[in-house]
């Protein structure tokens, strides 16, 4: 079965720009997370969607966004980005919610010049 | 306010010897903990798991003990290899309908030849 995965694998952007990630979870996933990785703080949790439906968010400005489609693949968007917005996205899949295990992509890394 | 620490940065430690990393977490309503292990440019792999219910639970080399009137856990690695050279995430979920995770800072495992 494929592991999740994440497009684009790299990314360069300005400040002021926007992006959008997409990520495909495990085929028969539903749950959907996005986390940030950044070398202080660590792995952040940014949202996660189950059933179309964002169902938790964490502590990140309106700036963060994201949606999930009807076949479970999802996309998070960062809409006028600044050079704090530098880090790892990744995005991890499970079957349900609850206590189940995530499975993680390989990230996209976005660098904002 | 970091609700799981993993105090140790990093650790060394010989090849066939046992690796023990250590976690500590502050919320009570965490339920469900998990430990990944990440190489740098990849997603974090998950490893093994553990329900609040148990206080062990042991996979091949790895086995994750749970303490939870010390709100500690504990990763066994035995015996430890080149390739368990890593940075190790200690994450927790609390309870409730979602599936987020709260995770610790990484220890960075290097495993001397």
């Known amino acids: 079965k494929a592991g999740v995965t994440q497009t684009p694998r790299y990314l360069i952007k300005t400040r002021g720009q926007q992006v959008t990630l997409s990520c495909s979870p495990i085929s028969g996933h539903r749950s959907v997370s996005w986390y940030q990785q950044t070398p202080g703080q660590g792995l952040q949790f940014l949202f996660e969607?189950?059933?179309?439906?964002?169902?938790n968010k964490g502590n990140f400005p309106g700036r963060f966004s994201g949606r999930q489609f009807s076949n479970s693949r999802s996309e998070m968007n960062v809409s006028t980005l600044e050079l704090g917005d530098s880090a790892l996205y990744l995005c991890?899949?499970?079957?349900?919610?609850?206590?189940?295990?995530?499975?993680f992509g390989p990230g996209t890394r976005l660098t904002v010049l | 306010d970091q609700q799981v620490k993993q105090n140790s940065p990093s650790l060394s430690v010989q090849e066939g010897r046992i690796s023990i990393l250590n976690c500590d977490y502050t919320?009570?309503?965490?339920?469900?903990f998990l430990w990944y292990k990440k190489y740098p440019a990849e997603g974090p792999t998950f490893l093994i798991s553990?329900?609040?219910?148990?206080d062990k639970n042991e996979d091949g080399r790895f086995t994750v003990f749970l303490n939870k009137s010390a709100k500690h856990l504990s990763l066994h690695i035995v015996p430890s290899q080149p390739g368990d050279s890593a940075v190790y995430f200690c994450a927790a979920r609390d309870t409730g309908a979602n599936s987020k995770l709260t995770f610790g800072k990484g220890i960075t495992l290097s495993v001397r030849p």
């Open positions: 553990i329900s609040s219910i148990k």
């Open positions: 991890a899949s499970s079957l349900g919610q609850g206590p189940v295990t995530q499975y």
């Open positions: 919320n009570s309503m965490f339920d469900y």
């Open positions: 969607y189950f059933s179309e439906t964002q169902r």
